[in-house]
């Protein structure tokens, strides 16, 4: 196995193997390694296809803005995970990653065929292609694309992993641990800033660590070694915490910044177990420093693509910092000076290397060390060509022209295994622009630069286009002081050389003699997006550069573009001859790199998803066979099915029992709100649509509550508890809201009333018992009680005491029945319920659920505020004027129950509806119609509530209808898939309409 | 995600405020006394200006009380807070 490890360098330990496998195949790494660094090691550049010609690609970079090097990390059904970055993820004993987007393998894919035919895939292909016959969309071509698409696979069961959240609030954010960063957080931390230093690497240094050029010193150390004494001081700082493995995800307003802290994922499997495994980093920072360098960027030229073609800074870092070459014979190809350092690097450890280099000249002194060392340098030259399927071997040169437009002279043909590109340094800008920062074009080296408009955040070093050493140190510092507003003197009389410059021939498009559609210039390697899609689009006449990407996606695929995105910038503004600047550049949006769901997530998963509310009786009604039903947060029974019941006989037998002879519902869960003050009373006129002022003390009543703009809102019966006392209950769902709509009215525009509100829904528990035996029943849980209907009717309240405990006992209904609502303090709801079974026994108390009492209340013609009600419909809609109180001067709602739109006559109403053939169920949603010849078929309303009634013993439904109101004994259609149903439009109640019943 | 200074509990993250719309509407003392389209531009008219917005907010998961906010829409920064009841900083107009 060839070794491409060449020397020793003190971030990689030697002596600790690591056995990793690779599509399979066993290899060895050392200690210190990412898996790309492992795997040049071994020789591997070919890590992959592309994503629409299945062209192999090899490890272009060595950090976050790989676009081939993504792998798939293990093969377990629950731990699996799909687009990791090789370049990122560092190598531990036991390792398992494959490559994507190959089959049968990476080094024989069925897929390159796509690559010979690419002729006819150009940009927008599937928008051109897949638009007929129009039935070949779900049959034909959704399928193929599907099996085509995506590049990694999903785990398909839940993951085991813990991760965790956690909120801190620093003085100071310092993003990125390079030199700049280094610098920054020392200078805050030593002013007693509380100061929080993160970096995405596992050690700080960012890429002065590994430099190692005699050129480049500071304080006369090589600026390597001066780094690592900075590291050193700032370790001791005692309010500095450094955080490495982290990166920022997210930069959000108000400098809220949400980070992912890697823990485990570069442990062994034994060693992962049990430990959290990222951590998601709530972060607030008073003060926000954005160090986060820059990226080199690729050139584009033919065959740009293949592996063994990577960035020139990347080959160093294998170098320098991995101790790996990545050939053994490299062509740095460059248009600025930071290939030479490169180039020297190789060099001094005896790897065969050359430069081919697109400026005239340059004089720096880097150049003139590469001259002296005897390094072959083509001045004026580009790359045309590149050779080689699996890994490049080859590459033509030539002459570019006076104008650099075009090339001149004849073609040289240079062999090489390996070949680096260096077009420049992009700043990364994408922290700036997420906080809602602006950027600026430098035209000198075609670089966005964040625009400073802010007092708290600022970006320093390269990240804000300095680029050279002592531009770095000088302007860091002076920013820092200021921006701190401190006088920091550390760095006053460091001495710093620094031979690079900044002088390059930017080129987006190089030239070359073949013809453009003949060429393969990649910009997007990762979506396979090359110039010649760019330039098509603009011929089509795409213009934004939000068009032009959606349409050739560049810079959509997992890397979002963070080599891609200038490029493809530069080059629409060649063609369409304007200037870059000009163009503005896509939107960054968070994360910069992918994130896990379960670091968003955190410990929210399972039963932590979300809260769940359960009554007092709770436990009961699990042990009693329950079916429960989430209404809102609450868990409420919905039927108790026995001996094998389905939903439908069990809904019937308990419908039929609290008519026959006694039923008891857990009613705990209905809001309750306690007002107490001197202005109760108004206020209850004030939000409800009838009057309160006169309901006598230990009366209650119902109201209705309306919004605003005339729709019904919430609807409940509030108790008058003493003078300045009530209880209003509300409906399950709406008790949050009608409690923050009450509170908004009182603060806001009644400020001057007396009125306190509290909320007492878990307070109190509740036991709804109705039905002809439920006084007897009553009368055995609270013998002392004159339950005479002289005494305690019907929509009345009294206090009594169950074995010494107060007990509220409201006469109210919601079924038609008899009924008494007992409220006792929570904490006795459970004893409570058991008493009440206990004593209903003789009289076949039935336990029935929120289905049954749905069934029962719609007998009566009951509505159910949010199931027949939407939030379009008035009082007058559900035919219950009678409680709009034409008298009172005013309530909320009130002046809109008479605009235009609402005293229309021809609204949707709430009507009853019989079926023709009475053992037919609506279904509830059903469409009604009145024709169904005519078309398109005039839709008149629609089911709210439908049931087959027991009490009855037919089909009954409730629904709203065009001009409902008027229509009764009419005949509708209800249309269903296979058949119409015949309805009649009858009266909302069903079920006794003189109401004997409540009081039988 | 803003830092809300409540003038009752004082900074807060957002998440534990509802936000209720522009500031300053005052309910009709007499409804009836409106025509449809006055009552309509009390009910349904809103400014939703970019630039500076004098806002109602609500201390939801908190104290649970109302009060107004100055915001300037366009970069989300609050100027200002200020009890229900209090009279608007004037040099935001």
Known sequence: MPNYRIHKTEYIDETKRVSFKYDGKTYFGCEGDTLASALLANGIHLVGRSFKYHRPRGIVSCGAEEPNAICQIGNKKDLTEPNVRATELELYEGLEASSQNCWPNVKFDIGGINNFI????????????????????????????????GLGKSPTEPDPDIYDHKHVHYDVLVIGGGISGIIAAKMAAKNNLKTLLVDDKKILGGSTIYQNNEAIKIDNKLSNEWLKNEIQEIKKLSNLTIKTRTSIAAYHGYNFLLAKENLTDHLPEEKKKNKIRQRLWKIRAKKVIIATGSIERPLVFNNNDRPGILLSNSINKYLDYYGVSCGENIILFTNNDSAYETSISLHK??????????????????????????????????????????????????????????????????????????GGWTPMVHMHTQSGGKLNFRDDDQVFLPKENSEDQISVGSCNGDFDLENIIDKTVNKINKFLDIDNQDYQDTNIICSKENDKRNIWLLPNKIPLGKTKCFIDFQNDSTAKDIKLALKEGFRSIEHVKRYTT??????QGKLSNMHALGIIADTAGVKMGTLGTTTFRPPFTPLTFGTLVGRNVGKFFEVVRKTSMHEWHVENNAEFENVGQWKRPWYYPKNGENMHDAVQRESKAARDSAGILDASTLGKIDIQGTDASEFLNRVYTNAWSKLEVGKCRYGLMLNEDGMVYDDGVTTRISENHYLMTTTTGGAANVLSKLEDYLQTEWPELDVYLTSVTDHYSTASICGPNSKKILNKLFPNLDLSDENFPHMSFKEDKLENINCRIMRISFTGEQSYEINIESKYGHSLWKMCIEAGKEFN????????????????????????????????DLQMDWIVSKKKFDFIGKRSLYRSDTIREDRKQLVGLLTDDPKEILEEGAQIVSDVKSKPIDMLGHVTSSYFSPNLNKSIALAVVRSGKTMKGQKLIIPMENKNINVTVSDTIFLDKENKRLNA | MFLINCPFCGERDQSEFSSGGEAHIVRPKQPT????????????????????????????????????????TSNDKILSVYKMGEKPPVNYK
């Open chain 1, 349 to 422: 450890k005896g790897i065969k290397n050359l430069i081919v280099d697109l400026r005239k000249s340059a004089r720096s002194e880097l150049i003139k060390q590469a001259e002296s060392l005897g390094i072959k340098i083509y001045f004026n030259y580009v790359v045309t060509n590149t050779f080689g399927y699996r890994k490049i071997n080859s590459l033509e040169i030539m002459k570019l022209s006076e104008d650099g437009n075009t090339t001149v002279g004849n073609k040289i043909k240079l062999s090489c295994d390996c070949l680096g590109m260096s």
């Open chain 1, 554 to 559: 560049t810079g959509m695929a997992t890397d």
């Open chain 1, 845 to 876: 108390l039935t336990h029935y659920g929120t289905e049954t009492m749905h069934l029962l209340r719609a007998e009566k013609g009951f509505i159910i505020v949010g199931q027949d009600t939407d939030g379009t419909m008035t009082p007058s």
């Open chain 2, 33 to 72: 006394e409106l025509s449809d389209d006055e009552w309509a531009e009390y009910l349904f008219m809103r400014k939703n200006i970019k630039g500076i917005q004098f806002e109602r907010w609500n201390h939801a998961h908190g104290c649970r009380k109302w009060f107004n906010v100055v915001r300037d």
């Open chain 1, 118 to 149: 690419s002729p006819l895939i150009p940009a927008g292909f599937y928008y051109k292609t897949f638009m007929w016959p129009k039935s070949f969309w779900k049959k034909v071509y959704e399928p193929l694309i599907r099996l085509s698409a």
